[in-house]
């Protein structure tokens, strides 16, 4: 291995991290059989978990046809994009006896089968994790009915740290394999392998999220506002398709999510720690073998920290408390590991102090994700009292929380990168960003529990579901209620966590997008390059861009929740239609659920490429027409605005979520406008309602939006300076037929945003029953 730089030490060192990422995939094997053992419950509590599983897989097999062809010419593109830039220095260092076209064609080849193995894994993270959830939700049911609050909770947890351990294994296994490869020129596949994975979770987490919430909405707008009926009550048509739609959006949707935050801070912290190889040589290998190191340090640590998740009592708030105390066990556990590795093996430490910021940054959002969201925390109080003068308060209230949620956890992330420089005072700036990029890896440090407790909450609101939908005794059903109510905080809180990572990663791609743009630029005599002058914003041009990169999570944001809206119609229409049904209120006639499972699968299916297209075709545009510097402002603006439109959506919708939650744990008196049937519950349902699109949908669909944006300008930003460099009729003739291209589909896809909600009757039925 002396080709690639490595010593005897670091080679075996990235052996062992290959083999951490297996030990990852066994022990997710093994928590697999734990769930499994368990027995599934009574034959009405297998009915409807069913029809949840065969819902939940059809809509995940839909989606995969639809995005399959998409996926495939992007391979193609990306393969191709090597005969427009050649290859880099450092797949000449690798490959030194490959002559220039068979050198293009490995690096090719490499760039595309990386891109393919990205998507390849997220698909998996989000497929796998949400049959494991859907397996595990009966399952917890029927341990909150057999065997009681602490025997649930255990059982939630790690039926969802399964797809933590999924995400982390396959993470770190592609990462190792695409290093021990390509060596040093790593970073060329290693950003197909990111562009894959944030790709395929722009997909999964727009459709999932479109699916979940034009169900719940309209599950929750005609059964409890309307019809005054239970939340997941059998008779309402659309309660099934809301349990399919917390698996594919909050489970499918943010694993896949996660995967890529996960890929995304390795790839930018390697591609970094190459640039930092070329300034410091001294170092050699150090700065891009140990952000890998860390990350086994983080698997080991959350495998280790999943068994302490438990021992309760079943008193309010025990569930919150435990998964927070199996987090803190990580953390503890991560940084003593990786700051052994930092100060052993790279005997520097800064990278320790940038790994632990970053680590800090988790928990501190996690606290303060807990305070906005949590139902014992003063906020989501404020909005409980506001339901006693109506939906408007109520609104109003929860916006106001939203608002101030987003100034703090910007300020936390703005004091993260200033301790990054401060750290690296007096060093390139390249020291900074690479400083950032470790942050990123100490933020998912806890990779396992970070996706355990997200996947916790659409585990234990289906068994809620399905308790309700069984008639399970009361005890059962309190108990699962309340775990659900922590599972709103934990989501929220994984939310925030992948907010956070899209900014942090951001700018460490942000800094790679200067290094890789000044490269090429140096290469063809382009002086100065883009590091030597920055992105200087007095300059109109440069200007634009910015004022076009802040708009952009806005029209995304919109284009989601018109798209929730528009299926939302569509479900409440039908799900009166059946309320009119004879003996569908009545509860002697079954329901069509299958029929608003198909619903949701069409109108989710119609939105997902119209969102992903927005997102590659916005930056192209822009780099072509207004060139690289403004490109770089339009990275700037989308990463700003982004993180602050995000983390409002994520957190006031979840506060929303649980003050309506608090409402319904009230005893039930309408008289004095007390729980469920209350004015103030319906208050409280019009709030979460409002919250649902932006919380599951628009908030978290922009953090791989934004890592989106970023890698198709960090892969395209090279191949526009190379068109600048050559502009001959030929050159122009190109560049311009690809604006009119880009610009046709940019228009399509407003176009799409404006259409009118299609009749109902153009649903395809499929028979009654499930």
């Known amino acids: 291995m002396s080709w690639h730089g490595l010593t005897p030490f670091e080679f075996y060192a990235v052996l062992a991290v290959l083999g951490v990422a297996v030990i990852s995939l066994i022990f997710a094997w093994i928590l697999r059989a734990e769930v499994m053992r368990h027995p599934k419950g009574t034959p009405k509590m297998q009915e409807v978990w069913e029809a949840i599983r065969e819902g939940a897989e059809a809509y995940l097999r839909r989606q995969l046809m639809s995005i399959l062809p998409f996926m495939g010419l992007l391979s193609v593109l990306l393969f191709l994009s090597v005969y427009i830039v050649p290859p880099s220095p450092e797949a000449r260092e690798v490959f030194p006896q490959l002559d220039e076209n068979t050198l293009r064609l490995v690096m090719g080849l490499g760039r595309a089968v990386a891109f393919i193995m990205g998507a390849g894994f997220s698909l998996a993270v989000g497929q796998l994790g949400m049959r494991m959830a859907v397996q595990g939700n009966i399952r917890v049911a029927e341990a909150a009915r057999t065997q009681g609050y602490d025997a649930a909770l255990r059982l939630a947890y790690r039926a969802g740290t399964i797809t933590g351990m999924l995400t982390n294994g396959l993470g770190l296994l592609g990462g190792s394999i695409i290093f021990l490869i390509f060596g040093i020129a790593a970073p060329d596949a290693l950003l197909g392998f990111g562009f894959g ?211 703090w956890a910007i300020v936390v992330i703005a004091l993260t990168i200033a301790t990054s420089t401060l750290i690296y005072w007096g060093l390139p700036p390249v020291y900074v960003l690479y400083g950032v990029s470790l942050t990123g890896i100490g933020l998912l440090m806890l990779t396992g529990n970070v996706v355990g407790m997200d996947s916790y909450g659409p585990v234990t609101d289906n068994a809620g579901g399905i308790a309700e939908m069984a008639g399970l005794e009361e005890r059962a059903q309190e108990v699962l209620a309340d775990l659900d109510a922590v599972g709103n905080t934990t989501k929220a809180t994984t939310k925030g966590l992948a907010i956070a990572t899209a900014v942090i990663a951001a700018v460490a791609l942000f800094g790679s997008y200067l290094t890789d743009v000044s490269k090429v630029q140096a290469q063809l005599g382009q002086m100065p390059t883009l590091q030597d002058i920055g992105i200087r914003i007095d300059q109109p041009l440069v200007f634009v861009g910015l004022l076009l990169g802040g708009a952009l999570p806005w029209l995304f944001s919109s284009f989601a929740i018109r798209a929730v809206s528009r299926a939302a119609t569509l479900i409440v229409e039908e799900v009166r239609r059946q309320f009119r049904i004879p003996g569908v209120l009545e509860g002697t006639v079954k329901p069509d659920y299958a029929r608003v499972v198909t619903i949701c699968t069409l109108a989710a299916q119609k939105e997902l490429l119209s969102l992903a297209l927005l997102s590659v075709a916005t930056p192209l545009v822009v780099g072509l027409v207004l060139q690289v510097e403004a490109l770089g402002a339009f990275l700037a603006g989308s990463i700003l605005v982004g993180q602050l439109l995000a983390v409002f959506m994520a957190n006031a919708g979840a506060a929303w979520d649980n003050a309506k939650k608090r409402v319904e744990n009230e005893p039930r008196d309408p008289a004095r406008n007390l729980g469920k049937g209350s004015e103030r519950h319906k208050a409280s349902v019009v709030g979460d309602t409002v919250g649902d699109p932006l919380k599951d949908t628009a908030g978290p669909a922009i953090n791989p939006m934004i890592k989106a944006v970023n890698l198709v300008s960090v892969l395209a930003a090279p191949i526009i300076v190379q068109f600048r460099g050559a502009l001959t009729a030929g050159t122009l003739l190109a560049i311009g037929a690809a604006v009119v291209v880009l610009l046709a589909v940019l228009l399509w896809v407003i176009w799409q945003s404006k259409r009118e909600v299609p009749e109902l009757a153009g649903a395809p039925a499929s028979g009654s029953g499930q």
Not at 370 to 385: N, Q
Not at 399 to 404: N, S
Request: proline fraction near 3%; aromatic fraction near 8%.
């Open 197 to 407: 994975g944030t790709l395929l979770a722009l997909f999964m987490r727009v459709g999932g999220g479109i699916y979940t919430k034009a169900a719940d909405v309209g599950a929750d707008l005609v059964g409890k506002v309307e019809m005054d009926v239970p939340e997941d009550d059998p008779r309402n048509a659309a309660v099934v398709a809301d349990l399919v739609g917390d698996n594919v959006g909050d489970c499918a949707g943010m694993a896949a999510d996660i995967f890529e935050s996960y890929e995304v801070t390795m790839v930018s912290a390697m591609i970094l720690g190459l640039a930092l190889r070329a300034v410091d040589p001294q170092h050699s290998m150090v700065w891009i073998i140990f952000p890998l190191l860390a990350r086994a340090v983080g698997v080991i640590a959350s495998i280790l920290s999943t068994y302490t998740v438990g021992g309760v009592t079943g008193r309010r708030g025990d569930a919150l408390r435990a998964i927070s105390r199996g987090f803190l066990i990580g953390a503890v556990l991560s940084f003593l590991g990786f700051a052994t590795i930092g100060f052993l093996y790279a005997r520097d430490w800064r990278v320790v102090a940038s790994t632990t910021v970053g680590l800090i940054l988790s928990l501190v959002i996690e606290r303060l994700t807990d305070y906005f969201t949590s139902t014992e925390r003063a906020p989501v109080g404020e909005i409980e009292k506001a339901t006693r003068a109506g939906p408007a308060t109520t609104i109003l209230s929860g916006l106001a929380v939203g608002y101030e949620s987003t100034v």
